[in-house]
């Protein structure tokens, strides 16, 4: 039903503040602007320390990939998230199993309340896949390695999936010298979310009168507006090709994500050219219950995740479901 009535703008802003009491979300950020921003790291090192401690298992710059090993695997954290909660169960999983493992936080933005206080991953997707590229090449730089694997949750795959198609991290004119030969993706927004009906109550605001723009960088930030269904940067990552030439790709998704909505739009399609293994946890344990946030830290996803990036993997060690919790 088209709401049509219209209110005062303080009568609005109490009923979007109350949609956001009801479902828990936002991040009241400000708004880009040169006084906002935090300042250019001078060097890489103050860049690196800029992200916090390293989760256990990642961000050793002296660490060689063996030749069971050879390319390090690079986690990349979601929306309104950062690798240190993301990450603590499955980097020091795969660091036990050889893998030079790294981290990186991106996409920051200072709290309203407090500019000295960074939320990560809310900023512009296209920004954040520069910061991307910047980490890739400073760990292929550091490893000696020509090419990563990447392993990204949420907004941290289809992020992933900007950085392969529109800051080279894939090469379509010369697979063979692109900087990614894998991409894990984990409950991805590849196709877009309505965030479990937020769309739809951020959809309900501004017909209520409130500033479109406004409203949306309040309740979702900038990256969750462009995680929305039909957004322009997905439309334009989806564009032609779903999948970049040379890069295999492995989209785990779980039947109880609350935040993909509905959570087979994280699946990807290849054309039929074999890149692109889409799977349910489900499918491979039935009663797996992980909720969203949950894929990152689940011991059958990390199976599954463990398998994609070695198929010899499973040889060695057999699948044993763990039980619901």
């Not at 090449?137 to 020509?146: E, I, K, N, P, Y």
Request: glycine share 10%.
């Amino acid at each position: 039903m088209r709401i049509s009535c219209t209110v005062s703008g303080k009568r609005a802003f109490s009923i979007l503040l109350s949609l956001l009491l009801l479902t828990g979300a936002g991040a009241f950020v400000l708004a880009p602007s040169a006084a906002a921003q935090p300042a250019v790291a001078p060097s890489q090192s103050a860049w690196l320390d800029r992200m916090g401690t390293p989760v256990e298992g990642t961000n050793d710059w002296s660490c060689v990939p063996s030749e069971a090993h050879p390319r390090p695997v690079v986690l990349v954290h979601g929306t309104d998230t950062d690798m240190q909660e993301s990450w603590p169960t499955l980097a020091p999983e795969l660091a036990s199993q050889g893998y030079c493992v790294f981290a990186l936080n991106y996409g920051a933005m200072p709290v309203i309340w407090d500019p000295s206080h960074l939320v990560w991953g809310i900023d512009d997707i296209a920004k954040s896949a520069g910061e991307l590229g910047q980490f890739v090449d400073t760990v292929l730089q550091s490893t000696g390695a020509s090419q990563v694997d990447l392993i990204g949750h949420s907004q941290g795959g289809t992020m992933a999936r900007q950085y392969l198609k529109f800051n080279g991290g894939a090469d379509p004119t010369d697979p063979t010298r692109s900087k990614v030969h894998q991409l894990v993706t984990l409950g991805a927004t590849n196709h877009g979310t309505s965030f479990n009906g937020l769309q739809q109550l951020y959809m309900l605001a501004t017909s209520l009168g409130l500033p479109r723009e406004f409203t949306s960088q309040l309740v979702f930030g900038i990256a969750g507006t462009q995680q929305l269904i039909g957004s322009p940067i997905l439309k334009n990552l989806n564009a032609g090709s779903e999948v970049m030439p040379g890069v295999d790709y492995t989209v785990i998704a779980t039947r109880d994500d609350n935040v993909v909505t509905p959570p087979e739009r994280t699946f990807l399609d290849d054309g039929g050219n074999g890149q692109v293994t889409n799977q349910w946890v489900q499918d491979l344990c039935p009663a797996n219950q992980s909720s969203h946030m949950g894929l990152t830290s689940d011991p059958d996803v990390a199976y599954m995740i463990s398998d994609a990036l070695d198929p010899t993997y499973q040889d060695s060690n057999p699948l044993v479901c763990a039980e619901p919790s």
